[in-house]
């Protein structure tokens, strides 16, 4: 299975590791006590596996590289843990094409994911772009698109200009 691959290059803000995200991290601790879960060697092990990715990353890489650090950490731990990050924003989950649930670290904004089919690259669908998709599925069935929830797989422009995979 191919690893996922996140286009360091593409228009996507790809954040930066420094001040910025050592202080969205700091009180990691009191939010998810805030969120009934106990701050603990397995979580930690987790926050510090997160700060180490920009962009995206899969439920299975991280618990892959958590359980490298520290045998102890279930799965279960890890799903749990990650939802309550999310509750207060600083993990979103979206899914690949195989619908496997990937997890944008300290996401800026609410947005949706292109995956090139051949050569594995992604793209961030930002929400200006992605208004064209959402308004006119609202205009047109009244349904009221969740943005995060929109993947779309595809061809990018260098693969799909060169004749070859
Ligand atoms: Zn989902
Ligand atoms: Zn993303
Ligand atoms: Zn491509």
């Not at 701050?39 to 990715?53: G, S």
């Not at 995206?56 to 650090?69: G, K, P």
């Not at 292109?114 to 349904?143: K, M, N, Q």
């Not at 595809?154 to 070859?164: F, I, K, L, M, Q």
């Amino acid at each position: 299975m191919p690893q996922s691959a996140t286009n360091q290059g593409g228009p996507a803000p790809a954040g930066t590791v420094g001040a910025a995200t050592a202080v969205a991290w700091d009180g990691v601790a009191d939010l998810l006590r805030a969120g009934g879960l106990r701050w603990t060697p397995q979580r930690r092990t987790l926050v510090d596996v997160l700060k180490e990715h920009e962009g995206h990353v899969t439920a299975t890489e991280l618990i892959a590289r958590c359980r490298e650090l520290d045998r102890t950490t279930t799965p279960s731990t890890v799903y749990r843990t990650l939802d309550v990050l999310e509750e207060f924003g600083l993990v979103a989950h979206g899914h690949g094409p195989d619908g496997r649930e990937e997890y944008h670290v300290l996401p800026e904004q609410v947005h949706g994911h292109l995956y090139c089919s051949g050569c594995g690259a992604t793209w961030e669908i930002r929400p200006e772009t992605g208004a064209a998709i959402v308004d006119a599925l609202a205009a047109d069935l009244g349904f009221s698109v969740d943005l995060s929830h929109v993947t779309i797989s595809g061809r990018c422009r260098g693969c799909h200009d060169s004749p070859t995979d």
